[in-house]
């Protein structure tokens, strides 16, 4: 069975730091790029970054461009996000998801091309 589980939110406040972790079981994890999204309550659902399988290419949304950065450690079936400078429009709730179609599929951080969604962790950042 595979699962996805987050973990890392927290409450921080403004310019602080978070990192997310989101570990994988069930299945060779090494073969999916890796995506993070995030919700804010009322909000759409939206794409923040993207890995590929290999950890070779990243994608970010402008929005986290320049403070966060993804990064991946297959050996240990777990992707990250590093999360500087954070700002109270950051605050949502965070999903890791897998998508197995390939990576310019991944990189459009698109909901519904991706296979597989962690239960999420939440973020909240105070001014």
């Known amino acids: 069975q595979v699962q996805l589980v987050e973990s890392g939110g927290g409450s921080v406040q403004a310019g602080g730091s978070l990192r997310l972790s989101c570990a994988a079981s069930g299945y060779t994890y090494s ?4 995506g993070w999204f995030r919700q804010a ?4 659902r939206e794409g923040v970054a993207a890995i590929s399988p290999g950890g070779g290419s990243t994608y970010y949304a402008d929005s986290v461009k320049g403070r966060f950065t993804i990064s991946r450690d297959n050996a240990k079936n777990t992707a990250y996000l590093q999360m500087n400078n954070l700002k109270p429009e950051d605050t949502a709730m965070y999903y890791c998801a897998a998508d197995s ?3 310019f599929s991944c990189r459009a951080l698109r909901s519904a091309a991706f296979d597989y969604w962690g239960q ?3 973020v909240t950042v105070s001014s």
């Open 120 to 122: 999420g962790t939440q």
């Open 41 to 44: 309550p009322g909000k759409e």
């Open 31 to 34: 073969y999916n790029c890796v």
């Open 101 to 103: 179609a390939g990576w």
